[in-house]
């Protein structure tokens, strides 16, 4: 039986990648982790910042670790878990700290996938498979910083259920390659759908969109700076609607909840 506070902090392993480090007191640090098999959690790390800590170095920002951690995956008495093994598998932020448009989308990768998680310990194995992977990608470098991330954010869009309609029509479902594009329409619109104000992107946008989606890196490598920036631009405009209107409900669920 479980004794003192009631409950046995239970050790378990995962691997994670690391989106966010946050200081705590005078030598430990919050760690935020998108584990493989848990979910998002935050977990305590206890004096990591002493200059003989064992794994300090290896709890920084989009790193991919293999850690064990104490606290039960159920979270059952204590919302924070912490930190008793860090095992490195690979360090990505390293290679970013010398250079900033990478550091800058690797930073938008975490932020997305944190933001894409609102509830803790709820397992999305695919967003972590697509959050290491866009990091490993962004570390290797073979493609441009800014394409690593659109394709991230669209994927992820997906695994939400709102990526952007774009072989079909956004409202009628109309197959084919549209040439409107309606952020609060969800994507794509054919002519008898699209509504006042819809954008008219150039059809290699649209075309550069679908390949990032679909991971055709020959026809994203290949794509002019004019289409990637108003790719990016439809991407963001999309990702922002939709985490705004995820974000304004939210709060007000809370609300009704405690009145
Ligand atoms: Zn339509």
Redesign the pocket.
């Known amino acids: 039986m479980p004794t003192g506070s009631g409950y046995r902090r239970q050790l378990y392993r995962d691997d994670a990648v690391v989106l966010r480090v946050q200081k705590l007191g005078e030598s430990d640090r919050i760690i935020t982790l998108l584990t493989r098999r848990n979910g998002r959690l935050r977990a305590v790390a206890r004096g990591v910042r002493r200059t003989n800590s064992r794994f300090g170095a290896r709890l920084e920002p989009f790193g991919h670790i293999d850690l064990q951690l104490a606290g039960s995956p159920e979270g059952v008495g204590s919302s924070l878990h912490s930190v008793s093994q860090v095992e490195a598998v690979a360090l990505y932020g390293k290679q970013f700290l010398t250079d900033y448009p990478r550091y800058t989308a690797a930073s938008a990768i975490a932020e997305t996938a944190e933001r894409l998680t609102p509830v803790e310990r709820e397992p999305s194995l695919r967003l972590f498979q697509l959050t290491l992977g866009a990091l490993k990608a962004l570390a290797a470098g073979e493609h441009a910083g800014p394409l690593v991330l659109d394709a991230y954010l669209l994927r992820a869009m997906s695994t939400a259920g709102w990526a952007p309609a774009i072989a079909e029509?956004?409202?009628?479902?109309?197959p084919g390659r549209?040439a409107a594009f309606s952020v609060p329409a969800g994507g794509a619109?054919?002519?008898?759908?699209?509504p006042p104000g819809a954008a008219h992107p150039s059809p290699a946008t649209l075309g550069l969109m679908s390949a990032l989606t679909s991971g055709d890196w020959q026809v994203a490598d290949a794509s002019e700076p004019p289409i990637r920036r108003e790719c990016s631009g439809l991407v963001a405009a999309h990702l922002q609607w939709h985490m705004e209107r995820a974000l304004r409900s939210l709060p007000l669920v809370d609300r009704r909840e405690s009145s």
Do not use: S
Request: charged letters at 15%.
């Open positions: 029509c956004a409202v009628c479902g109309t549209h619109v054919c002519p008898d759908c699209r």
